[in-house]
């Protein structure tokens, strides 16, 4: 591989939406889901495991928004009006790492939703405009898989588990998050968080007409997400333990 060319700018492939790269990451982040969940018990057991693995998401977590920056830097692309970490991914990727160092039970309940909701819809729809093997294809895809990795090994490892009422506060956390960066937005003429634009390449925006409209629809979708992410991963494996007489998995205190 011509090393300058994993990097340049000029020339660089372009990102097909569900091309055969873009289904192979996505099949390997099930993998990855697959494996932390199947090894559960094993890795729970093990402090030497636990550590690794929460570990090693964080140097990923690190690595990689310092990779992403120096490229920023070094390919003369970094602009205050597109580069600053500012999108919501961004903002969890730093947020995932305060949470994985120090076990933050308020952020892990935001980052449970906010984070692998945002990620996850960038899995799927990315605004990326590099295509595979681009050095920015690798790194967008480890980046935002880490962030969702990083809460599920929380959830599924050292035990934490949100209530109803997270997300609220993820809901809270997304809306003072959007006032925030939408100030900045107007002050600078930028675009961050999509909050004056949809983005260029192909999302589920594009069903939710212009702006302001799909703004409001973000909301409903975020919510949406949010209530099926707390049936999925918490109610309905609740209802099938207490059928079981099981005894439910102990909840966060209120």
Known sequence: MDVTAFFRVEDAPDFGLYSTSHLAVIGLLLLLIAALFAGRRHIGSSVLARKAIRYGLLGILLLSEIALNLWYVLEGQWDIKNTLPLELCSVSLLLSMVMLLTGNRLLYQILFFAGIGGALQAWLTPSLDFGYPHFRFFQFFIAHGAIILASLYMTWIERYRPTW???????????????????????????????????????????????????LAEELIALTMFIMMYGLFFWLPDLRRKAGRQPASRELTR
């Open 165 to 215: 009422r997270s997300i609220a506060w993820a809901m809270l956390f997304l809306n003072v998050l959007a006032l925030a960066v939408g100030a900045l937005n107007y002050a600078i003429g930028a675009n961050y968080m999509f909050l004056r634009n949809k983005p260029s390449t192909p999302s589920i925006l594009d069903l939710f007409g212009p702006y302001p409209y799909y703004l």
